[in-house]
């Protein structure tokens, strides 16, 4: 009779629990591929990215190039040279970014004052030189909440160059 009471009290406690937070991130997968990038020392090379967000729309794709391990310049699409740009000028800033966003959503699903439920963020990554091929992060907010995060960066043409 005292397990049965026991488990009762025990489950009407977690049923009742009204913590809907939700944390999406396979961050066993993001360690392992950013350690794997970092090893792999790549100092050259260039990739493309087109990053869209619910704050600012779509964007033109860009080429980003990186000499000696630093940004060096950029192109971007023919006849959208005078769009404002947001990009990441390199690995490292991407794997920057997602642990930036991991990290705030963490604080704001944690903030009584914040609208944010629940985050999901995920990655997909290069199986030969594991950088970020396409990131989404997508906010959870309660139903009728307008706006919140949402952002897509996807990123392509990775050529090792010299």
């Known amino acids: 009779m005292k397990n049965l009471l026991l488990f009762t009290i025990a489950f ?7 913590d809907k937070s939700i944390f999406d991130f396979d961050q066993d997968t993001y360690d392992k591929n950013l350690a794997l990038w970092t090893e792999s020392d790549i100092k050259d090379y260039s990739f493309t ?6 704050s600012f729309g779509g964007q033109p794709k860009v080429k980003v190039m990186i000499k000696d391990g630093s940004y060096d310049s950029f192109t971007v699409e023919p006849g959208m040279e005078g769009f404002n740009l947001e990009f990441y000028k390199t690995v490292p800033e991407l ?3 997602i ?3 991991a ?3 963490k604080a704001k699903i944690n903030d009584a004052e ?4 629940g985050v999901v963020i995920e990655v997909e990554y290069h199986d ?3 950088y970020p091929t396409k990131i989404y992060c997508g906010g959870i907010y309660p139903d009728g909440y307008v706006g919140g995060l949402s952002i897509t960066i996807n990123v392509s043409d990775f050529q090792l160059t010299e």
Request: proline share 3%; charged share 15%.
């Open 95 to 97: 794997y920057a970014f």
């Open 114 to 117: 914040d609208p944010m439920e």
């Open 128 to 130: 030969t030189f594991y």
């Open 49 to 54: 990215q087109q990053m869209f967000s619910s």
């Open 12 to 18: 009407l406690f977690f049923s009742c629990n009204n």
């Open 103 to 105: 990290t705030e959503s």
């Open 99 to 101: 642990e930036r966003i």
